[in-house]
């Protein structure tokens, strides 16, 4: 119990600095002392080179907007595809949808797998090739899984209906 204490209280700094992004700061050894030096990030391009010529040549002809901001968003929303734009509007308003979908699909698919299992149970009990199931109990048990199975895809039924529904509103307001 002692050597499992000790080998856990080893590995656990170890485990805890793989949750640790690493630094840009680098100790550089100088023979006075040992001083920490800032390495330059590397320059991240906010859109590709070919768009960033097309929109500077593109600027020269649009002398009719009246204020920088109004050009900078006008660059910024060409930067996206509609369709991704309306994606992207239609996930920020609702985040965890993706999220319910899948535990509703995991969800019913464990009870229906549940209830095949409990099914067999009950065909093996009426056929007479087990004694020890009592029926009372195993139909409320089919009953319970099979209900969860409907109630599941409902759920996923309507909350697709939900996201087309909203899809259409993103695409009316776009």
Same mark, same amino acid.
């Given at each position: 119990?002692?050597?499992?204490?000790?080998?856990?209280?080893?590995?656990?700094?170890?485990?805890?600095?793989?949750?640790?992004? %690493?630094?840009?700061?680098?100790?550089? +050894?100088?023979?006075?002392?040992?001083?920490?030096? +800032? +390495?330059?990030?590397? %320059?991240?391009?906010?859109?590709?080179?070919?768009?960033?010529?097309?929109?500077?040549?593109?600027?020269?002809?649009?002398?009719?907007?009246?204020? %920088?901001?109004?050009?900078?968003?006008?660059?910024?929303?060409?930067?996206?595809?509609?369709e991704?734009?309306?994606?992207?509007?239609?996930?920020?308003?609702?985040?965890?949808?993706?999220v319910?979908?899948?535990?509703?699909?995991?969800?019913?698919?464990?009870?229906?797998?549940?209830?095949?299992?409990?099914?067999?149970?009950?065909a093996?009990?009426?056929s007479?090739?087990?004694?020890?199931?009592?029926?009372?109990?195993?139909?409320?048990?089919?009953?319970?899984d099979?209900?969860?199975?409907?109630?599941?895809?409902?759920?996923?039924?309507?909350?697709?209906d939900?996201?087309?529904?909203?899809?259409e509103?993103?695409?009316?307001?776009?």
């Amino acid at each position: 119990m002692k050597r499992a204490a000790a080998l856990l209280l080893l590995l656990l700094p170890l485990a805890a600095t793989a949750f640790v992004t %690493p630094s840009r700061k680098t100790k550089v +050894q100088s023979p006075s002392s040992s001083t920490v030096v +800032q +390495q330059p990030r590397p %320059p991240v391009l906010s859109r590709p080179l070919s768009s960033r010529l097309q929109s500077s040549s593109n600027d020269d002809d649009d002398d009719d907007e009246s204020t %920088p901001t109004t050009s900078r968003r006008k660059r910024r929303n060409a930067g996206l595809d509609p369709e991704m734009r309306s994606k992207l509007l239609s996930e920020s308003i609702a985040p965890w949808r993706t999220v319910r979908l899948f535990l509703y699909a995991s969800a019913g698919s464990g009870a229906l797998i549940g209830g095949l299992i409990t099914l067999s149970g009950v065909a093996a009990a009426l056929s007479g090739a087990r004694t020890d199931i009592d029926l009372d109990t195993e139909y409320v048990n089919l009953l319970i899984d099979f209900g969860a199975v409907v109630a599941f895809a409902l759920f996923f039924k309507l909350d697709i209906d939900k996201a087309a529904e909203l899809n259409e509103n993103v695409a009316k307001k776009l």
